[in-house]
């Protein structure tokens, strides 16, 4: 089940324009969020501890309270991993917590099934995560950290078939 949070962000929008705070300009395009050099000053992003290293005790569990939850792909501002300090929006598929953290994989649209990298991505289809209904991939060679207050609206739930598969390349990932 996914939900269209765009009429609060505009309301947050507005209201924030209206108190002359922070950066509030949105994307140009709906759904293609613009690259960003800098986290945005939204709760624990601007220290980022850096990407999670250790065994991932994925759960799914995706919960249509507005909230964000494992199991579901949401929209959020991603560090680079060469420069923790600049990165950019992305898709990421909600994974796990750890302590105040959420964990998650990134998607793509690119396809990488030949490539060195191959074996870092897993093919998920398409779903309403992406409005130009283009198939997707989620990379399980690297694991973010998110902070669960600079997540910016939910894309979808993703299927507990293709949850399970995720984790299973994540879980057989060096």
Known sequence: MAFDFRPLGKLI??????????????????GQPKAQSRPPAVGLQSSYPGDFRGRVQAKYAPKPDGQPDPGEIVWSWVP??????RGKDRPVLLIARDGQ???GLMLTSKDHDNGRRAGDYVDIGSGPWDRQGRPSEINVGRVIRLDP????????????????EVVRALQGHP
């Open 80 to 85: 680079y991993e060469e420069d923790h300090t």
């Open 101 to 103: 953290w959420l964990l």
């Open 149 to 164: 207050q600079a997540i910016r609206r939910e894309g979808a739930v993703l299927g507990k078939p293709q949850f399970q």
């Open 13 to 30: 929008l507005r209201s924030l324009r209206s108190l002359g705070t922070g950066n509030t300009k949105a994307p140009s395009r709906p």
